[in-house]
């Protein structure tokens, strides 16, 4: 286990390493800078090290001075294309890009895990898998990973999985949480294409309308939630764009609605995309026009192991104390990537508070805000947490195996 004081000796160089990937952030799945960046600081470790093909990904291996499994850390290392306001002096110098989710001190963190670790090499009893993934935003950058073979890279396959998000509002500085089962919710993206046939404004009898289907459906996509979805295990459907037309007395050919399906099972995550389906086909056909559904299922449900959970959640307090540390009264409604690890393999997702003293957590400026702001502080603590993850871990399954040899 590690605490905040191993950590100190490296902060200064993980904020600067932090400051550096802020000012420059880099979008999606080609982060060429940042991944020189990160490469320059693992030189030196004794790590076995792999970039990616499909994307500019960094894997590095580190192996333990005694025998036992693998585990995984992740941090993802991508922006957003978000304008930066946050008005600190190392704010972007790239328009329209920003580190806007804390993507800058996970990555800053992962490499202070990395040098934390190999320190001790010799006392692991296993090995670690550090997994700097790009295209965390929508791109899928973790399923890329997987399919380069990411959970493979030790040889047999990581046993655990862990990964540590910042907050930018809700949590002060340095509290932790998580909680098993869902974490965040599954992410759909619906496109939907109405088409009728267009007319003047005076003569609707003489087209074919999209217009007030479209209206129809929107108010509909709520009643598939109320009236099909378990109050107890929820959906939320937000129609975010509809748009037809271009002047008042023309009647439109066709019309879009772009809809975010947001799920907290698997259960519901089937039934709410059938939901919608029929719905928005009954509503065509009453209206006579046609419609096309482009539903794409971006993100799973991202889902703990219960017993991973309750591991993280004993190790987050024995590193940062029993006050900074509890259990997530439920699931939050964003969605993530790691999602894809978790489906393949046990493990926890936690989060990490990074609002600056003085801020009120419940008003600051949430993640992917332009005003959004993480404390420079989170950056040790995220190295030392994900340390503390791995080595526990690979000890845990040592004293499991002596236990079991005992026996």
Do not use: W
């Not at 895990?113 to 296993?126: D, K, M, N, S, T």
């Not at 550090?130 to 973790?142: L, S």
């Not at 087209?207 to 979805?229: F, G, H, K, N, Y």
């Not at 540390?325 to 993530?336: D, I, K, L, N, Q």
């Amino acid at each position: 286990m590690f605490s905040s004081l191993d950590a100190l000796p490296l902060a200064d160089r993980l904020i600067s390493l932090r400051h550096a990937l802020h000012r420059a952030p880099e979008l999606g799945l080609d982060l060429p800078n940042t991944q020189a960046k990160v490469l320059a600081a693992l030189a030196g470790l004794p790590l076995e090290i792999t970039t990616g093909t499909a994307l500019t990904s960094v894997t590095a291996v580190l192996r333990g001075g005694r025998p036992g499994p693998a585990v995984l850390l992740r941090g993802d290392m991508d922006a957003l294309p978000v304008q930066e306001e946050s008005g600190i002096p190392y704010a972007s110098e790239l328009p329209g890009r920003m580190h806007a989710c804390g993507h800058d001190i996970h990555t800053a963190g992962l490499v202070g895990a990395a040098h934390l670790l190999a320190g001790r090499r010799e006392e692991l009893a296993g090995d670690v898998v550090f997994m700097f993934q790009p295209g965390e935003e929508g791109q899928g950058g973790a399923k890329l990973m997987i399919d380069e073979g990411v959970l493979d890279a030790a040889g047999p396959r990581v046993v655990a999985a862990y990964a540590v998000h910042v907050a930018a509002t809700t949590l002060p500085l340095g509290l932790t949480a998580t909680r098993a089962g869902t974490v965040l919710a599954a992410s759909d993206t619906v496109t939907v294409t109405v088409t009728g046939h267009g007319g003047h404004g005076s003569s609707p009898h003489l087209a074919v309308d999209p217009v007030p289907a479209l209206c129809e459906m929107v108010t509909a996509l709520q009643s598939v939630v109320t009236r099909t979805i378990d109050a107890f295990d929820p959906a939320v459907v937000t129609v975010g764009s509809i748009h037809a037309g271009s002047a008042a007395n023309v009647i439109p050919e066709s019309g879009t609605l772009q809809i975010t399906v947001r799920s907290f099972s698997a259960a519901t995550h089937r039934a709410i995309r059938g939901g919608i389906e029929r719905a928005l086909r009954g509503i065509a056909d009453a209206h006579g026009v046609r419609v096309e559904i482009d539903y794409q299922e971006n993100y799973p449900v991202t889902t703990n192991d219960a017993t991973e959970a309750d591991f993280a959640l004993r190790t987050a307090r024995e590193s940062f104390g029993e006050q900074r540390v509890f259990v997530a009264p439920r699931p939050m409604a964003g969605s993530e990537d790691f999602s894809f690890v978790l489906d393949e393999v046990p493990g926890a997702y936690l989060m990490l508070g990074a609002v600056p003293p003085g801020t009120d957590p419940s008003t600051a400026p949430m993640n992917h805000a332009p005003q959004a702001v993480f404390d420079d502080r989170a950056v040790p603590e995220a190295a030392v947490l994900l340390a503390s993850l791995a080595a526990n871990r690979l000890e845990l399954a040592a004293n499991r195996l002596k236990k079991e040899a005992g026996a």
